[in-house]
């Protein structure tokens, strides 16, 4: 998920709720969509989400897609395929696809190292003389780690909300601050990262020589995107808007509130019971994606025909590389050879692979939790997207029952 470490800590519980009507499907053959739906249905009303959205997808379009249960639980206001939430660390492979863009236009390369377009230096304190390239944030073995600042630092509460007693803190470090405390990609990274900035601390850092262990890094992502700015002289925001959403035509999809359209967002929910605070992220591009069933099918369908050569928005030879396996074992010091839906058994350019070869993402963050990834030897892919996290074996297994409906 986007921030393991946030996951195993959120504290829910399974609460039953009434199952509100099935929403609109995109038929493939009916038979198997209602077979599928229903069982999708009677998964919902097992009661561990107040809603989520799911899609089939192949090369030639979308499958399946349907919406169940609540974007809003108070109001009863139907969770649909056009609902607009984030979908956490799945936006990390747009982070990597507008890598490749900004590659393609000349703005940078991937082996350079990132002090080129820094306006502050970056080094590892225990490795002075290995620099840190922007290969290896792509790959997450730059030696830069997530600590307690990050989670305490990073979110902050949407503007202008009636918060009426709802949770500030989550499992006592991720902390909802002000809306006026919060600060852009520049200022984020500067303090995290240069030695002199004020939330600098000593697990900053891995101790290991930059390029030779992979540690999965929220962190990196977001300076990854902060070189994007400065190499290509465009917010990180508005380079994506240009070079992926609009040519795919995500409608619907956007990087902040002020670019979705708000009576579409769901609420995001810690358990079915406990509803959370809108908020955003000063570290946006590692998590802050935000975009409907609908315009992620696009998304994914895009991905599938980049793998298979056919892409759109990146040349042949950006998807290859994108797409390429960039570790080896002696990068990991666990890898995941149990669940094929992990992306931490080998990483392309923010893209990545199960032991089994599924490539994809997952994600997670405060009341909200997705998963893309697709089959690359039968060019087919699945989605969902939650509003309601889980933490309790039962909750888990329902999650990964809902997944499994949609591959059979």
Request: aromatic share 14%; proline share 4%.
């Amino acid at each position: 998920m986007k921030k393991t470490i946030l996951l195993a800590t959120i504290i829910l519980f399974a609460v039953c709720c009434s199952a509100p009507k099935k929403n609109t499907v995109t038929v493939m053959h009916k038979s198997a969509t209602d077979s599928l739906t229903n069982r999708l249905q009677q998964l919902y009303d097992k009661g561990y989400f107040n809603g989520f959205g799911v899609a089939i997808v192949d090369e030639q379009g979308v499958r399946y897609k349907n919406g169940f249960g609540y974007a809003e639980r108070e109001t009863s206001k139907a969770y649909t395929v056009q609902t607009i939430q984030s979908v956490a660390s799945v936006s990390k492979t747009l982070v990597g696809i507008a890598l490749l863009k900004a590659q393609e236009l000349g703005k940078l390369r991937l082996d350079d190292q990132v002090n080129r377009y820094l306006p502050f230096e970056v080094l590892n304190p225990y490795y002075l003389d290995t620099p840190i390239t922007i290969r290896q944030l792509a790959t997450h073995t730059s030696t830069i780690l997530d600590n307690k600042n990050y989670l305490s630092k990073n979110y902050y509460l949407k503007p202008d909300q009636n918060l009426n007693g709802l949770p500030l803190v989550f499992d006592d470090t991720q902390i909802l601050n002000p809306a006026e405390s919060a600060v852009g990609l520049d200022i984020f990274t500067r303090d995290r990262l240069a030695f002199h900035g004020k939330w600098y601390m000593a697990d900053t850092f891995l101790n290991k020589a930059p390029g030779t262990q992979y540690e999965y890094s929220n962190t990196g992502t977001t300076l990854a995107a902060y070189i994007i700015e400065r190499a290509s002289g465009e917010p990180f925001d508005v380079f994506t808007q240009k070079h992926i959403l609009t040519p795919l035509q995500l409608k619907d999809s956007g990087w902040k509130f002020d670019a979705t359209d708000l009576s579409r967002l769901s609420r995001y929910y810690q358990d079915p019971k406990t509803l959370l605070p809108y908020y955003s992220m000063s570290s946006y591009p590692d998590g802050g994606f935000m975009t409907t069933i609908n315009d992620l099918s696009k998304y994914l369908q895009e991905l599938i025909r980049g793998y298979n050569g056919k892409g759109t928005i990146l040349s042949k030879e950006s998807y290859r590389e994108f797409f390429k396996p960039q570790l080896s074992a002696e990068h990991f010091t666990e890898r995941n050879t149990q669940n094929p839906y992990s992306e931490s058994y080998n990483t392309g350019i923010f893209i990545g692979f199960g032991y089994s070869g599924y490539i994809g993402h997952t994600g997670g963050d405060p009341g909200v939790m997705a998963m893309l990834f697709f089959d690359p030897k039968t060019s087919t892919g699945r989605i969902m997207m939650f509003n309601t996290n889980f933490s309790t074996p039962e909750g888990n297994q329902v999650f990964y029952q809902i997944w499994d409906a949609l591959g059979h």
